[in-house]
Structure formats: structure tokens, C-alpha cells
Nanobody
């Protein structure tokens, strides 16, 4: 069974940094695309950053220049480095992965909470 597990969330003051990590277990197949999403209370889930198998990245305008997504293909993991955090970044952060030869819908982690205090 494929599982994604996020870690690294927590509470930080505005201007601080956090690094989220996501690891896949239950498969050795290639991870095609990783995505980091977030959902704040009362809002829809939104894409924060994504990275393809070859390392092409994309970012939401809200985080461009502050967040950096990376991946380690050997470890089947992805990280999200978040700098200059503000209260507007407070949300539950999820990782998502599409796996080669698996369902195109991909897999979701359960989320890790990020809280930024002003």
C-alpha cells in the first residue's frame, strides 16, 4: 500500500522558516510529479509548489521567491523549504505524488500543520 507521510510542520513566528518533508513508502516505482498543497480554514485546497521527475518546478504566485521545492529520487522524497513565512501561510500542508504505472489520481499525505504567528 502506497503511503505518503509529511513531517516538519509546526509553529513559527512571522519571518521565520520551516522545512517540510514528504516520504513515499509502499512502492519503488518512479515518482513522476510531486506537489505541495495547502488548505487554510474555510478555504479550498490550493497548489503551493510542484516539481516534475526531471526537476522542473512551478510555484503559486503567493509563495514565489519564498518557497523552494526539491526532490530526492533515490529516497522517493520531496521537501518544501519555506522562508519569510507570514500569517497568511498558516494552513494544513499536504504532499501529493503521482507514481509511474499507478492510478493517475495519485496519492495524498494526511497533512502537516503550519502555523505562523504575527
Amino acid at each position: 500500500q502506497v503511503q505518503l507521510v509529511e513531517s516538519g510542520g509546526g509553529t513559527v513566528q512571522a519571518g521565520g522558516s520551516l522545512r517540510l518533508s514528504c516520504v513515499v513508502s509502499g512502492t519503488t516505482n518512479t515518482i513522476l510529479n510531486w506537489g505541495w498543497y495547502r488548505q487554510a480554514p474555510g478555504k479550498q485546497r490550493e497548489l503551493v509548489a510542484g516539481i516534475t521527475r526531471v526537476g522542473t518546478t512551478n510555484y503559486s504566485d503567493h509563495v514565489k521567491g519564498r518557497f523552494t521545492v526539491s526532490r530526492d529520487n533515490h529516497k522517493n522524497s520531496a521537501d518544501l523549504q519555506m522562508n519569510s513565512l507570514g500569517p497568511e501561510d498558516t494552513a494544513l500542508y499536504f504532499c501529493h505524488a503521482r507514481v509511474l504505472s499507478h492510478n493517475r489520481d495519485g496519492y495524498w499525505g494526511h497533512g502537516t500543520q503550519v502555523t505562523v504567528s504575527s
